[in-house]
Nanobody
Framework: QVQLVESGGGEVQPGGPLRLSCAASASGRNIDIYHMAWYRQAPGKQRELVATVRGADSANYADSVKGRFTISRDNAKNTVHLQMNSLKPEDTAVYYC???????????????WGQGTQVTVSS
């Protein structure tokens, strides 16, 4: 069973930074991660894609966060980060990590979600 564990959420004032992290693991088994992404869901709204990353230089962002958020991954640690700068109240949401993961030795690529971490931007 693959687990994605997010950390780094919290409350921050408008204009401030916050860094989210998501670590993937599979009970000690080796895994290959083909795609990692961050989504968010604000109260009363649908879940939306924030940013995705495949290789070291293949990142894409929602228009609403371009220039403010940076997604990066550490393949050695099976971790993805989301650096969020110049945060706005409308960035308030639960942020979810998502990844396509292959457990080494298996032939099936599965999609997994983290449990979510709350980000609140408020003065």
């Amino acid at each position: 069973q693959v687990q994605l564990v997010e950390s780094g959420g919290g409350e921050v004032q408008p204009g401030g930074p916050l860094r989210l992290s998501c670590a993937a693991s599979a009970s000690g088994r080796n895994i290959d991660i083909y795609h990692m992404a961050w989504y968010r869901q604000a109260p009363g709204k649908q879940r939306e894609l924030v940013a995705t990353v495949r290789g070291a230089d293949s990142a894409n962002y929602a228009d609403s966060v371009k220039g403010r958020f940076t997604i990066s991954r550490d393949n050695a640690k099976n971790t993805v980060h989301l650096q969020m700068n110049s945060l706005k109240p409308e960035d308030t949401a639960v942020y979810y990590c998502n990844a396509n993961v292959l457990v080494v030795g298996s032939t099936t690529l599965w999609n997994y979600w983290g449990q979510g971490t709350q980000v609140t931007v408020s003065s």
